[in-house]
């Protein structure tokens, strides 16, 4: 079982930037793949980034592409998504996932994810 928690949520003006971050338990979270996700009020959840095990792979959805980027300390068991230019509809509570398969799999029901944090919320304001 691999536990996320996240931090770093909370309110921003529109054009601000945020770092989540998320920290992961277990001794191998080197070979984890890993994301983020989103859920706006009254909305599903969205793939946001997700990030292989090594770092190599980068994957982002369009409406972030170029303002999020996503990366991993694994000395650290850190995952971190900067968050740049935000806009209001980036508004939601961001989760981090996590699975032990050492990749995303964008074909796959959550892109492959198996663990899932509780989410921080952030709020930007125009």
């Known amino acids: 079982q691999v536990q996320l928690v996240e931090s770093g949520g909370g309110p921003v003006q529109t054009g601000g930037s945020l770092r989540l971050s998320c920290v992961a338990s277990?001794?191998?979270?080197?070979?984890?793949?890993l994301g983020w996700f989103r859920q706006a009020p009254g909305k599903e959840r969205e793939f946001v980034a997700a990030?292989?095990?090594?770092?190599?792979?980068?994957y982002y959805a369009d409406p972030v592409n170029g303002r999020f980027s996503i990366w991993r300390d694994n000395a650290k068991n850190t995952v971190y998504l900067q968050m740049n230019r935000l806009k209001p509809e980036d508004t939601a509570v961001y989760y981090c996932?996590?699975?032990?398969?050492?990749?995303?799999?964008?074909?796959?029901?959550?892109?492959?994810?198996?663990?899932w944090g509780k989410g921080t919320l952030v709020t930007v304001s125009s």
């Open positions: 996932a996590a699975n032990t398969r050492g990749s995303y799999y964008p074909g796959a029901v959550d892109y492959g994810m198996e663990f």
């Open positions: 277990g001794h191998s979270f080197s070979t984890y793949g």
């Open positions: 990030i292989s095990w090594s770092a190599g792979n980068t």
